[in-house]
């Protein structure tokens, strides 16, 4: 069916650094904003439309703005995680075709390596009283934890191996030895070997949260970036081809009483933002899914419909993933397991996937069409969010 | 973080912690819930239609009816999914070597998040589908919350 032109992504950036003592986040967001608009070729003073995530030092609603020195006429600081940037994408489409602003931005900037911010591994316990804090505080639960309760029962439900899991940390890492940025800075990072890995590999390292080894969970780094929204107006005469934002879905899920725990949000966001783009999932050739852990990718390639609820292992096996298999392609730039995760890597999700509809990626798929970003925010087996964006190549 | 780390192996023993963090208060949501835990009562919400509302609140989050009604339960339960924490940089648990966190699907239709103790080795002598009962673990500290943990039976 014809897709909707409403609104598309005209620039972008990716902050290089994984590791940069002495910046601030907020130094990281403004450098990211000024060369996304250069990508482009758009004005510091073009931008009439902000989105926020709450992220930096004195950002926000009420930050943002004044740091950076522009007078937006849209402001929307929703913040839900990891998938901030797929909302603010969907906001995006919804607020350009709506006329509400022609040029958007929205930035990220985090220290979380140089800060060393333990996002993983630190515990929930902390902060004010709340009736999930209430419950939840005791038992010491960490947000791999969490995800690794996910993985649990998806082994228990469908028999997943950790070895089909092992075989995402593999791929992505694949992708990453030919991202010069993934391989500084796993290297910044000290990773152990910064070099292609096997499953073996990853069944050798150590055991984090069972069932996820350390080679299944996204590294903590220092990074950031910024894309432009724009109106097809706009995207008539800017410097490379736009890339059509054509759907999106958002949802939310959580622990429920009797729920089950293996799908996720994206099996709400994802028919949505399918059924605005008129598309199926047998038409995507590239799937940006925010790996925070082996088993974030595996639940969502099944919420996302490359395959039924239980069958990822199968596909997996199949021999996907790889940009040099057939089929379905994931994260071409080494995902947050072997690339960027300085804490909400949504953005990254849509910068990848923007790079491969120009035919700009280190790992391209010739002749990619279609891509599908999907972040997930907060906890995969708690409270979280799913937003899906699917983009289309001009 | 550097990847170079060490995580706890799995250690033999008990996982009983007598310092765990405790409730905050004033929390109206959660206060009745935890006065029953001193009571060794584990407290759970049913609406007028009987559904089951659990964490606890002040509405049916199916009817968004505020005539809730409070309950005891059995205590039993079973094992909806764990993982056993190797590596945890809190206060208190990063001393406790590996433990357990779970979902426990109790028997009267309410998932809580617990921990399960009184095993030898929580990587191999949990698993999903076993049947726990709760039991109240006392803390340190004056007035002190007891926490609700679970046991295999």
């Known amino acids: ?394 | 973080m550097p990847k170079a780390e060490g995580g706890s192996p799995p250690t033999k023993g008990n996982t009983n912690m007598a310092n765990r963090p405790q409730p905050s208060f004033p929390e109206p949501d959660t206060q009745h819930f935890w006065d029953g835990c001193k009571e060794g009562e584990l407290r759970y919400q049913t609406d007028p239609d009987g559904n089951v509302v659990f964490y606890p609140r002040g509405h049916s989050t199916v009817t968004g009816d505020r005539e809730l009604s409070w309950n005891v339960s059995s205590g039993l339960g079973t094992v909806y999914t764990y993982s056993v924490v190797r590596q945890n940089r809190m206060p208190g648990f990063q001393e406790l070597g590996a433990y357990a966190v779970a979902y426990i699907d109790l028997d009267e239709g309410f998932r809580m998040m617990s921990t399960v103790v009184g095993v030898d080795n929580p990587v191999t002598d949990i698993h999903i589908g076993q049947r726990v009962k709760v039991e109240f673990e006392e803390q340190s500290g004056d007035d002190s919350y007891p926490i609700p943990v679970f046991r295999p039976v």
């Open chain 1, 1 to 394: 069916m014809a897709q909707e032109r409403l609104a598309a992504i005209a620039g972008i950036h990716e902050y290089p650094l994984r590791v940069a003592p002495g910046v601030s986040s907020m130094q990281i967001k403004a450098d990211s904003m000024k060369r996304a608009l250069d990508d482009a070729g758009l004005d510091w003073g073009d931008v009439d439309g902000l989105y926020d995530a709450l992220d930096g030092e004195g950002g926000g609603g009420l930050g943002l703005a004044a740091y950076l020195g522009i007078k937006p006429r849209l402001l929307d600081t929703t913040q839900v995680g990891g998938s901030s940037y797929e909302f603010h994408a969907s906001h995006a489409l919804r607020d350009i075709a709506a006329g509400r602003c022609n040029v958007a931005v929205t930035t990220y900037g985090s220290t979380a390596a140089s800060m060393r911010v333990p996002i993983g591994t630190g515990g929930m316990g902390r902060g004010g009283a709340s009736w999930q804090q209430n419950m939840e505080a005791p038992y010491g639960g960490t947000l791999i934890s969490n995800y690794a309760m996910v993985a649990h029962r998806h082994m228990h439900e469908y028999g997943t191996t950790t070895e089909q899991l092992a075989q995402i940390s593999v791929a992505t890492r694949k992708h990453a030895m030919r991202n010069p940025e993934a391989v500084k800075a796993m290297t910044d990072l000290q990773f152990v070997k910064v070099d292609e890995i096997t499953v073996e590999d990853v069944l050798e390292s150590r055991i984090i949260a069972d069932p996820l080894h350390l080679l299944e969970c996204c590294m903590i780094s220092d990074g950031g970036g910024a894309a432009v929204f724009v109106s097809p107006e706009i995207a008539r005469d800017i410097k490379k081809k736009p890339v059509w934002i054509i759907g999106a879905g958002e949802a939310t899920k959580y622990r429920e009483n009797g729920g089950d725990i293996t799908t996720s949000a994206g099996a709400q966001s994802a028919p949505a933002a399918y059924g605005q783009a008129g598309v199926t999932p047998d038409e995507i050739d590239i799937a940006m899914i925010y790996d925070s852990f082996s088993i974030t990718v595996a639940v969502m390639l099944e919420d996302l419909g490359f395959c039924a609820k239980g069958e990822v292992g199968q596909f997996i096996e199949d021999g996907h993933l790889a940009f040099d298999q057939p089929g379905l392609t994931l994260n071409t730039d080494g995902g947050g397991l072997s690339s960027n995760h300085p804490g909400m890597r949504g953005l990254f999700l849509l910068l990848e996937s923007v790079r491969q509809l120009r035919g700009e990626s280190t790992s391209q798929v010739d002749g990619a069409k279609l891509a599908v970003a999907h972040g997930n925010g907060g906890l995969l087996g708690g409270t979280h969010t799913g937003g899906t964006v699917i983009l289309a190549a001009d």
